[in-house]
C-alpha cells in the first residue's frame, strides 16, 4: 500500500488546531503518511489587505483563526476544493455545518475510491422527521467509510499543548487506528470506539446543553444549577440518541471525552456557552452577538437546538426533552430565559 | 404512629443549609412532622462575644457558619448532643467526618430504638484495608438503618434557594420517602435511588477529584485538562465502589446528582477545589491554607485523599487508580503538581 495523502476540508479555529496536529504527525509517522505535504482547504478570504492562503503558506500561520500558533511546513493552504483533496486518501472534514452541503457538491465524483474519511463537524442534518449525522451524509455523498472525532478540545486549548482527550468512534478499527495515528500527542490523548453516530451525536448535542449553561451563568444563578442543568443535558443526548439512532453506545456519552467531558469544557469556555451567558439581559439577538463576539467564527448551538427542535416537533416527541425544548423556546421564540429551569 | 421528631447533628455551613429545608418542611407537612421543633446540635464556640446556641436561636441565623440567611423559627439550637437527640425519631447527621466517631461516642445507647438516620458525612472510615462508610458505621453503632445523600449541593447557594438537586440512597423506600419529604422543595429536587454505597461513596471521593481539578486551574492548564481530569476522576470512583463495595449501582456516579452533577460543582466552586487552587505555587500547606480560608470549615480532599490511599496500600491497589494517587502524592508527599498528568 501507497502512503496517505492527507486532506483538511476546512480551516477555521479547530481545523487549524488539526492542521498543527496532522502536520507533526505526518512527518513523525513518515512510514504511514506521505509526509510532504497536508493539504488544507481555506475559503479564501482577505486578512490585513493579504490572501488568507498566502498569509498562511509564508507565515505557518492561520493569522486569522488562531493566531500565535505555528504550523509545520509541510501544511500546505490550498483556495481550490477540488485540487486540496485531489489524490488524497485520508479526508478530514472540519468546516462548519452550514458549509458542507456546497463542499460535497463539488467533491462528489472526485475523490478517489479507496480514500476514507472523518468528521470533525458538529450538527445534525434534519429534514422533516428525517435525521443523519454528517458522518453519514459524507459517507453517502462519497461512497468512502466515514469516522468521527469529538471530544473535550476548545480549539485554542489544543493548539497549546495543555493536557487534552478526545474520542474518535470508528466503523472499522484499521480505520480508527490511522485517524488515531494521525492525531495523538503525549497530551492529547485519542480513545478509540466503535460508535459513529454516538460520538457525532455528543458533538451535536452538547452544544445545546452549552447555550443552557450559558442561560444560567447570564441569570447568576450559582454552579449547583449549572451542574443539575449539565446533568440533565446528557441525560436527554443520551436519551435522544438511544431513541433515535440504532447502536449508539451508552458509555459514549457518559464515559468518553466525547460525553461527559466535552459537556463539561463546552459549558466552561466554549463559544456557545460565552455567547449564550452575554445573551441573558443583553437586549441584544445571536446573530449581532455572534458577530461582535466570535471574529467571524460561526455559532453552533442555538442552530442545533433549531434542528433538534424541527425534528422532535415532526416526531410529536418535543415534550420529552424539556431542557433541548426550552433552549429553542428562549433562542427563538422569545421565553424569558428565567423560565429555563421550569418543569425540568 | 406518632409524628417524626427531627435532629440534626451538626451547624456548619452545610448543616444549616440542611437545617433551613428541615425547618421550612416540618411545617410544611405537621401531619408527618413534628413541626414544633427541629434540634440542632451545635457544638459550642464563642461567636462575637456570645454562645453561638445564643446567636442561633435569638437572631434564627447561624451567623458564623451561614451568615444572612435566615432559619425557621423551629430550629433550635442545642449545645448538648444526647440533648438534642433526645426523642427523636429522625436524626440527621451532618458533621466534619473526624467528629463523627466522638459524637458516635455518646450517642451510642442513647437514642430510640425506632429512630431511622440519615448521613450527610463527606468520607469514609479506614482501618487497614478495611473500608466503610459512614452511614455503615452509624448503622451498626447506633442500631438504627442509615441512609445517604449527597448531591452537587453548595451550601451557600442551596441556601439561596437557587435550582438545585441532589440524590437520597435509601435501604428501604418508606425512610427513603420520609427524607425526600424533609428535604425537597420547589427549587431543590430530591432524587431516590436504592444506593447507600453508592451515594456515600460519591460524596466522599468526588472531594480528592475537586482537589485534582484546583491543582488543574492553578497550573493554568485550562478546561480541557480540567474536563480531562474530572473525566477520569469520575471513572476511578466508579471503579473503585465496584471493585470494593457489592451492589453499587453504576448510575449514581454517571446519571444522579451525587455523581456527575457533584463532582462538576465541586471542581467549579467548592472549598476543596479552592484550596487546591490556592496551594499551587503558594508555598503553603494546606493546613495553613485552610485556616487562611475556609473560616473554621474543614478540608476533606486531602484527608481522604490519604485515607483511601492507606487502604488502596494495604490492598496493594494503588497503581489502579492513577488520578487518586497522584493527588496523595502531591498533597502528602511533596510530588511536584506539575506532574499531576503524568501516567493518567
Known amino acids: 500500500m501507497g502512503k496517505e495523502k492527507v486532506a483538511i476540508v476546512g480551516s477555521g479555529n479547530w481545523g487549524s488546531a488539526i492542521a498543527r496536529l496532522a502536520g507533526m504527525n505526518t512527518k513523525k509517522h513518515p512510514d504511514v503518511f506521505d509526509d510532504s505535504r497536508v493539504a488544507v482547504w481555506v475559503y479564501e ?3 490585513e489587505g493579504k490572501k488568507l492562503t ?3 503558506n ?3 500561520e492561520n493569522r486569522k483563526y488562531l493566531p500565535g500558533v505555528k504550523l509545520e511546513d509541510n501544511v500546505v493552504a490550498i483556495p481550490d476544493l477540488k485540487e486540496a483533496v485531489k489524490d488524497a486518501t485520508a479526508l478530514i472534514f472540519v468546516t462548519p455545518h452550514q458549509f458542507l452541503g456546497k463542499a460535497l457538491d463539488s467533491l462528489e465524483g472526485n475523490v478517489r475510491k479507496d480514500a476514507k474519511a472523518i468528521s470533525l463537524i458538529k450538527g445534525v442534518d434534519v429534514h422533516g422527521d428525517d435525521i443523519h449525522i454528517f458522518a453519514d451524509v459524507i459517507e453517502q455523498r462519497l461512497g468512502i467509510p466515514c469516522s468521527a472525532l469529538s471530544g473535550a478540545n476548545i480549539a485554542n486549548e489544543v493548539a497549546r499543548d495543555t493536557f487534552s482527550e478526545t474520542t474518535i468512534g470508528y466503523r472499522n478499527k484499521e480505520d480508527g487506528e490511522l485517524w488515531l495515528k494521525l492525531f495523538q500527542t503525549p497530551n492529547f490523548k ?6 459513529v453516530a454516538g460520538v457525532s451525536l455528543c458533538g451535536a448535542l452538547k452544544n445545546i446543553v452549552a447555550v443552557a449553561a450559558g442561560f444560567v ?12 442543568i449539565m446533568r440533565i443535558g446528557l441525560l436527554e443526548m443520551k436519551h435522544f440518541c438511544q ?10 456519552f457518559l464515559q468518553e471525552s466525547a460525553g461527559v467531558s466535552d459537556v463539561i469544557t463546552s459549558c466552561l469556555a466554549g463559544r456557545n456557552y460565552k455567547v449564550a451567558a452575554a445573551f441573558v439581559g443583553a437586549n441584544k439577538s445571536f446573530d449581532q452577538l455572534e458577530s461582535e463576539m466570535l471574529n467571524g467564527q460561526k455559532l453552533q448551538g442555538i442552530h442545533t437546538a433549531k434542528d433538534v427542535h424541527n425534528f422532535l416537533n415532526a416526531k410529536n416527541r418535543s415534550r420529552a426533552y424539556p431542557l433541548f425544548d426550552k433552549v ?3 433562542a427563538w421564540e422569545g421565553v424569558p430565559v428565567e423560565q429555563l429551569t421550569e418543569g425540568l
Open 190 to 195: 485519542v480513545q478509540l470506539i466503535e460508535d
Open 243 to 252: 431513541e433515535f439512532f440504532t447502536d449508539v453506545k451508552e458509555e459514549s
Open 217 to 228: 451563568d447570564g441569570l447568576g444563578y450559582g454552579s449547583n444549577s449549572k451542574a443539575a
Open 58 to 60: 509564508s507565515e505557518h
Open 328 to 330: 429553542y423556546q428562549i
Open 54 to 56: 498566502e498569509v498562511i
Open 45 to 47: 478570504e482577505e486578512f
